[in-house]
């Protein structure tokens, strides 16, 4: 148990379902992130949230919405999805000071299959 | 721009051998963070070991130990007395020491290990 929670751990739509990934943090933390793990690719920084504030959107389509209600949650809302967003979906945390060093810890993930 | 670069996709060792992963990475930064995360097939990430670029000696935890060679900008991540549940995947990544609001963590493209009994 690292503190950072995701649900559901699989979850499977259709291309015109909507849905949401939730992550919550137990640690404290004051930034919070979505990642996508694709096979044979990179981890890919999605959104950033420093203290409830999005800081980073790396060209992610609209069709992934993120919502950071508070520093403990952060959600990330799904609609009209296409099959090659098919992917692992991590969120992570941290306690990011000014000027000091990022340990992130992350969730086990939500396994995402459009079909 | 910081890259970081994993070069073997895949290795394999037997069971209770050592072996060891590699890493390079690129910054012109002097004061910097490395780390190893592992991923195993329940796909939580977990911190191994990390590193402060400005320590000389090399971070241990238990059977994971890192070769730390600042100048060649390496980071080998060793495991000794390998056992069944150390198979995953092995990420390298590596952060500014003084991070600003927009900096994030780097994470190389990852090594999968395989024990075999």
């Known amino acids: 148990e690292t503190g950072v929670t995701q649900t559901p751990r699989h979850l499977v739509m259709g291309m015109t379902n909507k849905k949401s990934l939730k992550c919550e943090q137990h640690?404290?933390?004051?930034?919070m992130y979505w990642y996508k793990q694709s096979a044979k690719k990179p981890l890919e920084l999605m959104f950033v949230y420093n203290f409830k504030e999005q800081t980073e959107n790396n060209s992610v389509p609209s069709r992934f919405s993120p919502e950071c209600p508070n520093s403990s949650h952060l959600f990330l809302h799904l609609h009209t999805l296409q099959p090659e967003d098919s992917a692992l979906y991590l969120c992570a945390s941290s306690q990011r000071l000014a000027g000091g060093r990022d340990i992130q810890y992350f969730g086990a993930g939500t396994r995402l299959s459009v079909l | 721009a910081q890259t970081v670069t994993q070069s073997q996709p895949e290795m394999s060792v037997q069971e209770a051998e050592t072996v060891t992963l590699s890493c390079t990475y690129d910054t012109s930064e002097s004061d910097y963070y490395l780390f190893w995360y592992k991923q195993p097939p329940s796909r939580q990430m977990i911190l191994v070991i990390r590193?402060?670029?400005?320590?000389?000696q090399n971070a241990t935890e238990n059977r994971f130990s890192v070769n730390f060679q600042k100048a060649a900008k390496s980071f080998s991540l060793k495991i000794s007395d390998s056992q069944l549940g150390d198979a995953a995947m092995y990420f390298c990544?590596?952060?500014?020491?003084?991070?600003?609001?927009?900096?994030?963590?780097?994470f190389g493209k990852g090594t999968r290990l395989h024990i075999l009994p």
């Open positions: 590193q402060e670029a400005y320590k000389q």
């Open positions: 640690l404290g933390h004051n930034a």
């Open positions: 990544a590596y952060t500014r020491g003084q991070m600003n609001r927009d900096d994030k963590i780097i």
